[in-house]
């Protein structure tokens, strides 16, 4: 009768929520990549955008950017990029639109629960994130000699800080937006000033020095300096640490406390 | 596993979801006004009623996915939605209107929703019985109505769950899948699972239930057989008269609930001894009744005729 009639007891007992969360997990990784548009902009198009960036680019280190080379300010601001469009539209998107079909209330019926699949959505966020900001360190470094980072604690807390509230905020658009679509689209046009403050058309040392001090209080505003500093061997400034760890605990908290798991 | 066992031979408490007194409000309107129910182990147990009759919001709160505002549910002996954690892994539940990942593929879907469970049904296996075997490599989105409605029956049933509730069955499907869905449910009955199914299908409740709860407007108007509740509702004798005959003479029988004429033809329901009664008075009329039809009423009848008698008292309930 039973699937499993001639494995041992032993193999029976073993729960069935970590096999569980590992097949949801496999799953909701096929589901990502059968999305190629999200690869596309999340992955390809940050690559292709810092080999354009570093070919095109002025060589030179430049007064104007603080003496400092054109690609090296550059790195930190495409790092950003790929982080914001894979926690801000990747991720509300999935989110809202599981909560739209009920998926998420009918996996809330299951042992494993609805929570594991949000997990499960993170858990690719963070790994698609990480080899992100790894590809661009090596291309970085390979392709233009922009030093890996020099104080590399300082680094990995500033992009874990970032990550941690750009997830977040992801969250947060899927659980205020009333339909998918609205989640994609809060998530697209937010990324515009986010990207601004970081310094994506504008670099931060050629704003304005009025603009430059509200920008350090943005999300990415604070990450790119943050991530610039601690490429150059310097401890981020405790200022962006303390702006970007405020936002991450302050977006977390309302994550958890606005998501919501039914229609 | 012992349990299994058990559960096989249909020992255990008899009782398997027991509700008292549920009330579920929605803002101002009550939902679910005083439902009290008891279902037994293995049994196929129907909830019936019109749109809005409370039917999902009852089977929401015994599933765990909503909680009551007044009354008490244990299910399996355990109180809901206290323990619902716990009854995960022995109630399915098949969602009305709930979808999965657009391109998620159905061999995808069940083997994940398998792999949830210690002991769950061979995917492949269920797929078959489920007319889905030729659809593992489709994707959700690309599935016609009827072939997700079992594509989600397969995923309530792929734990081999002790319960399983099944809301909206055969919604959308044809009449010949409706019918392999059926069987399909019997087979499982018949395994020991008890089924709980909620249906505006006066004919798969007929098909299908052991015994069925007709909801109106929230509360409980019947529980009982669907044969004992068709009964109920008497007979149907229908004929041409040839000769004059009033149909107010009808109207004074004893045990005549309706007469109605159309086209010539007169039909004459009610219970009792309905057809003696009729015959008597023809006879001493002499008229005589051409192309006779007697039929028993159905459960539709039954029902048509109870919820027309619960907005009738409700009505006189108002005027008073």
Redesign the interface.
């Known amino acids: 009768m039973?699937?499993?009639a001639d494995t041992p007891a032993l193999v029976?007992?073993?729960?069935?929520?970590s096999?569980?969360f590992?097949?949801?997990l496999q799953?909701e990784l096929?589901?990502f990549v059968?999305?190629p548009i999200l690869l596309f902009w999340g992955l390809a198009f940050p690559v292709v955008l810092l080999l354009v960036l570093g070919v095109a680019g002025p060589k030179q280190p430049e007064r104007a950017l603080g003496d400092v080379k054109f690609i090296v300010v550059y790195t930190p601001v495409v790092m950003m990029l790929m982080l914001t469009v894979l926690s801000l539209s990747a991720l509300p998107a999935a989110l809202a639109?599981?909560r739209d079909?009920?998926?998420l209330?009918?996996l809330?019926?299951?042992?494993?629960?609805a929570l594991r699949l949000l997990a499960a959505q993170i858990v690719i966020d963070l790994a698609l994130e990480a080899v992100a900001v790894v590809l661009i360190l090596v291309i970085a470094r390979f392709a233009f000699s922009v030093p890996l980072p020099q104080q590399f604690g300082g680094f990995l807390l500033a992009i874990a800080l970032t990550i941690s509230a750009m997830l977040g905020f992801g969250v947060v658009i899927a659980a205020v937006a009333p339909s998918q679509r609205v989640a994609a689209g809060i998530g697209s046009l937010l990324l515009f000033p986010l990207m601004f403050f970081a310094g994506l058309w504008v670099p931060q040392a050629e704003m304005g020095s009025g603009l430059r001090d509200v920008s350090h209080f943005t999300p990415l505003g604070a990450a790119a300096p943050a991530v610039q500093n601690a490429i150059a061997g310097h401890w981020p400034g405790s200022v962006h640490l303390l702006v970007l760890a405020a936002y991450a605990v302050v977006l977390c908290a309302l994550a958890v406390r606005f998501f919501r798991w039914d229609r | 596993m012992t349990s299994t066992l058990t559960r096989e031979n249909g020992q255990g408490p008899a009782e398997v979801v027991s509700i008292e007194r549920l009330r579920v409000r929605y803002g101002d309107t009550l939902a679910v006004d005083n439902v009290s129910l008891s279902i037994n182990r293995g049994e196929i147990f129907g909830i019936l009623g019109p749109n809005g009759a409370g039917k999902t919001t009852t089977v929401e709160c015994v599933g765990g996915l909503r909680r009551p505002d007044e009354g008490q549910i244990r299910v399996l002996g355990l109180e809901v939605p206290r323990h619902r954690k716990k009854l995960r892994t022995q109630v399915g539940i098949q969602l009305q209107a709930s979808e999965l990942p657009d391109k998620l593929r159905v061999g995808e879907a069940v083997d994940l929703f398998a792999s949830f469970y210690r002991d769950a049904r061979e995917p492949d296996e269920l797929l078959e019985r489920l007319g889905l075997e030729d659809k593992r490599q489709t994707r959700f989105v690309n599935l016609s109505g009827g072939q997700r409605q079992r594509l989600s029956i397969a995923l309530a049933l792929v734990g081999r769950p002790q319960l399983a509730i099944l809301d909206e069955l055969t919604t959308g499907l044809d009449p010949g899948a409706r019918r392999e869905t059926w069987k399909l449910i019997e087979g499982v009955r018949d395994q020991g699972v008890t089924v709980i199914l909620v249906t505006h299908f006066m004919e798969e409740a007929e098909y299908l239930c052991d015994r069925v709860a007709l909801l109106h407007h929230g509360r409980v108007i019947a529980v009982d057989t669907p044969a004992g509740l068709a009964s109920g509702a008497g007979q149907r004798l229908s004929f041409r008269p040839r000769g004059a005959l009033d149909p107010a003479a009808l109207r004074a029988l004893p045990g005549v609930s309706a007469v109605r004429s159309e086209d010539g033809r007169i039909e004459v329901a009610g219970g009792g001894d309905l057809v003696a009664a009729v015959m008597e008075l023809l006879v001493s009329r002499g008229v005589v009744p051409l192309e006779t039809r007697l039929e028993q009423s159905s459960l539709e009848d039954a029902f048509m005729q109870m919820t027309a008698g619960a907005d009738a008292e409700a009505l006189e309930g108002d005027a008073r």
């Open positions: 039973s699937a499993h029976r007992l073993t729960p069935g929520r096999q569980g590992r097949t949801l799953t096929k589901l059968r999305e639109s599981y079909k009920g998926y209330r009918r809330s019926t299951t042992p494993v629960g």
